[in-house]
């Protein structure tokens, strides 16, 4: 029979942990509940860990240690900022205790003791506090706008009007975890050229500055004048003292391009033109239109689910689209919902969204299931891009080699050109 870790809440509201035989998650969370204590983790072993649960400290001292600890050190070394890992977590937990009957005070209650991470705690502690005294809880989530956005909010609002605070906690927690994986496939396919392009820089600008100017030094000892080198070798030589005087003036350039480029990407001509250039860029575009299409799937799929009116949906959907040109062909579709009309007619207009997507909108819009609809073309674009950043990793792999040989392979090239004419010259005499 299969053996399940949790880690619980007990009667106390004290975190235990431990584990139960049982033949599916359900029937293991269903013997802890009548245990008495409210699962908020349950993971099958060999299938996956416990978060927050890496070691396992026995005894009174021990626990008095591993706490001391928490609230010295995390408090002292806070970067302010919460995760979206962390957060999720936090959401899924929630999420359990209620959804086990725990009340939503008591529940807030019992995730602020055990919470170590400062913020949140802090957050957690003010939002109990903010519900105790008659808030509802979504009021209570939007007065801490830097941790829980609009989508969050309003989730947490469309849950609580339909009774349903838990099955909305559990796919606001689903959705983190899902646009993180998405987001995290698109800085993996981002992160290998950008460090391929930094060490061929830095291996071209070390070449340039430190072994170019020594064998240049040789050359002149050995042949007198520089007239008589190969072209090849003169321009590398050529180029070397131009990076070599003019270095801290390369710098600077790059300072300033740098300051320029972020003002023109502030202004809101630039960040359209910005925008718009990554969804049309050769290798990197369609990555990144398939992950916009992917954001903007799952979350008006998910908002429209949880029972947030479409108009309020597609505001929040704008505001998270994370990409200009996105956000305005949402704005149009608003503004045709806005009237009465189909929302197919804008996203076709937009000329951002593929046909193949349009059409299952269109589908979703006849049949009366657009909320699930669009989280099925959010799942397929998940998949696709999986798929673009695999064989763009799988193309930009050998093309980022041979574009760094070829620059190493030339400077070599240069240097040992004017050597083997020496040594015939050797030779002759």
Excluded: C, W
């Amino acid at each position: 029979m299969p053996v399940f870790q949790y880690i619980a809440i007990d009667a106390k509201g004290e975190e235990i942990t431990g584990a139960v035989e049982a033949n599916t998650e359900a029937e293991a969370i269903g013997q802890l509940r009548q245990s008495g204590v409210y699962p908020t983790q349950v993971v099958q072993e060999g299938k996956g860990t416990l978060a927050g649960a890496k070691g396992k400290k026995k005894g009174k001292a021990a626990a008095k240690k591993k706490k001391k600890a928490k609230s010295g050190g995390s408090a002292l070394f806070s970067s302010g900022k919460i995760k979206g890992k962390v957060l999720m977590i936090f959401t899924r937990q929630l999420a359990t205790l209620i959804d086990s009957g725990l009340p939503l005070l008591r529940g807030l209650t019992v995730l602020g003791k055990q919470e170590p991470n400062p913020t949140l705690k802090k957050t957690i502690n003010n939002l109990a506090d903010s519900v105790q005294t008659g808030s509802t809880f979504s009021e209570s989530l939007a007065q801490h706008p830097k941790i829980f956005n609009k989508l969050y909010v309003n989730m947490v609002k469309a849950g609580e009007l339909g009774g349903v605070l838990e099955l909305v906690l559990i796919r606001l927690a689903e959705y983190s975890e899902k646009a993180q994986k998405l987001k995290n496939k698109i800085v993996a396919a981002m992160v290998y050229p950008v460090i391929v392009m930094v060490i061929a820089v830095s291996i071209l600008i070390f070449l340039l500055m430190v072994i170019v100017p020594k064998f240049k030094a040789i050359f002149k000892d050995m042949l007198g004048s520089e007239d008589k080198l190969p072209g090849l070798t003169k321009f590398v030589i050529n180029m070397s003292s131009q990076v070599t005087e003019k270095f801290p003036f390369l710098i600077a350039g790059v300072v300033l391009v740098f300051v320029g480029f972020k003002v023109f990407v502030s202004t809101k001509g630039g960040r359209v033109f910005v925008d718009g250039i990554k969804l049309k860029m050769p290798l990197f575009g369609p990555v990144q239109r398939k992950s916009a299409i992917a954001r903007f799937s799952r979350t008006l799929g998910t908002l429209v689910t949880s029972g947030v009116p479409i108009l309020q949906a597609l505001n929040i959907t704008r505001d998270t689209a994370g990409n200009v040109v996105i956000s305005q062909a949402i704005q149009n579709v608003h503004d045709a919902v806005k009237e009465g009309e189909s929302i197919v007619n804008p996203l076709e207009a937009s000329k951002v969204f593929p046909p193949m997507v349009i059409s299952m909108v269109d589908v979703g819009e006849e049949t009366g299931q657009l909320p699930e609809m669009l989280l099925k073309v959010a799942d397929v674009y998940d998949d696709e891009v999986d798929n673009s950043v695999a064989a763009l990793t799988s193309m930009l792999e050998p093309l980022m080699i041979v574009v760094l040989a070829v620059i190493v392979g030339v400077i070599v090239m240069a240097l040992f050109l004017p050597m083997v004419k020496i040594i015939q010259e050797v030779g002759n005499q």
